[in-house]
């Protein structure tokens, strides 16, 4: 049975969410970008995965995710992957039933505060925090893939 990933993700508007000592540093990158299969490598503390996501559709997408040797990982990161590497804080806020992924970019994406939140359909009822802003879920500037090639500190104004 194939793992679906149905996902919303909004801009964070103040950091009225943010808690001390939660956040846990993530360092990935890419080994594919294409719309039809995105391939990434991710490393968080000891641990790395190798992440497989189809194309999204709607808010939703196929996603295959296993563990890797950090090592391994660590190596792919440096010498396989699409240059940036993406390096965030991610830190877990509940909120009404839900728990919220927030990721604060560091590098070359410094400046871009994104939430998350995983859902069980597309309809799925949810709460929203007072420091949600603008919805970007359709947009795919705010990929992680595409934050790579266009990182969010070369946009201009008006994108």
């Known amino acids: ?16 969410w943010k808690q001390k000592g939660q956040g846990r540093r993530f360092r990935q990158a890419y080994l594919s970008t294409d719309k039809q299969r995105v391939v990434r490598v991710r490393v968080v503390d000891d641990d790395a995965w190798l992440t497989i996501k189809g194309q999204t559709s709607g808010i939703t997408r196929l996603e295959f995710e296993y563990a890797i040797p950090v ?4 190596h792919m990161l ?4 699409h240059q940036p590497v993406i390096d965030k804080t991610r830190y877990l806020l509940k909120h009404g039933d839900h728990t919220w992924e927030i990721d604060e970019f560091h590098g ?12 069980d359909s597309e309809e799925e009822h949810f709460e929203r925090p007072e420091w949600l802003g603008e919805e970007v879920s359709g947009d795919p500037r705010y990929f992680n893939s595409n934050l790579i090639a266009h990182p969010y500190r070369e946009w201009s104004e008006p994108e």
Not at 1 to 16: H, S
Not at 78 to 81: A, F, N, R
Not at 108 to 119: D, K, Q, R, S
């Open 1 to 16: 049975m194939a793992n679906t990933e149905i996902e919303r993700k909004f801009l964070v508007t103040d950091l009225g």
């Open 71 to 74: 090592e391994d990982a660590e």
């Open 78 to 81: 440096e010498s396989l992957c």
């Open 108 to 119: 070359a994406n410094e400046g871009l505060v994104v939430a998350e939140i995983e859902l």
